[in-house]
């Protein structure tokens, strides 16, 4: 169903359009490269209360890229062995060929092994293949929500240690099982496959044992919402609150994806 709205901090223009039944939404009616304050704002509303916002057809140019970005924060210098757009190095590029186009078909959120993960993350398809190359991602929230009570209660103060699959301990950060949105309250898992390691107050076992059942939990189909690409699509998701997984369903025909981060602040425990 396709919705106009008109609330505070966005413009009765914009078609709201849900991506599934309760994780994202597409807009339309919006030109990101003439953004206001107030379209900015309208954003932020919408990634807290949705997780993930795909603005179809926008093709910006990295300079608009690039001010997309600082409207919605102070941008994350990407990792050095992460390519960057030559003359662009707040851009990253996550493409097959360079092979990072690879490296992102698991559950996961960005970089939680660090003490602040990056709050947004802002794509923009480059080059789509003719066909597959779908990103899906998952609401931590809903995950959160569909849980028992008795096992929210028994996962609220626990916390996690996350980690580069390295090991190497440099990497590695502790982050609250359940985290707390800083703008709505609601609640939401945060652990993922790749970087959760074990559940500090647990056994091991007994860690192992819940973290398996977590992770296979927090993306259950109906947590998930999926958008085909087309060139020139754009997509920002709260990272902290929703997992991502690109379907890596196209080899051998490329895929070209730019990437701003937009750093984070520590994710907030929830409370009882």
């Given amino acids: 169903m396709t919705s106009t709205t008109d609330q505070a901090g966005m413009t009765a223009a914009w078609q709201v359009t849900p991506l599934a039944g309760r994780v994202g939404v597409a807009v339309r009616g919006l030109d990101l490269r003439a953004a206001d304050d107030t379209a900015v704002e309208g954003l932020q509303s919408l990634l807290a209360d949705h997780g993930v916002v795909v603005i179809p057809d926008q093709h910006v140019t990295p300079t608009d890229h690039i001010r997309i970005g600082e409207a919605l924060g102070r941008i994350k210098q990407p990792p050095d062995y992460i390519e960057t757009l030559p003359g662009f190095d707040q851009l990253a590029v996550i493409s097959t060929e360079n092979g990072l186009g690879y490296a992102t078909d698991r559950w996961h959120s960005d970089v939680t092994w660090a003490a602040a993960p990056p709050k947004y993350s802002i794509l923009h398809m480059e080059q789509p293949p003719p066909s597959g190359g779908d990103t899906m991602w998952s609401s931590q929230f809903e995950a959160f929500d569909w849980l028992s009570p008795s096992l929210q209660s028994l996962l609220i103060g626990l916390t996690a240690e996350h980690a580069l699959p390295t090991g190497d ?28 390691k074990r559940i500090i107050e647990l056994r091991e076992d007994e860690s192992d044992g819940l973290l398996a059942y977590l992770f296979a939990h927090s993306t259950r189909p109906e947590l998930v919402c999926r958008w085909t690409w087309s060139k020139g699509d754009l997509a920002i998701w709260d990272n902290q609150f929703v997992q991502h997984y690109a379907v890596g369903d196209y080899h051998p025909a490329p895929r070209k994806i730019h990437r701003i981060e937009i750093e984070g602040e520590p994710p907030v425990p929830a409370t009882i």
């Fill in 169 to 196: 301990a440099k990497f590695s950060s502790r982050h609250p099982v359940v985290i707390s949105h800083p703008r709505t309250g609601r609640k939401a898992l945060f652990v993922n496959s790749i970087f959760t």
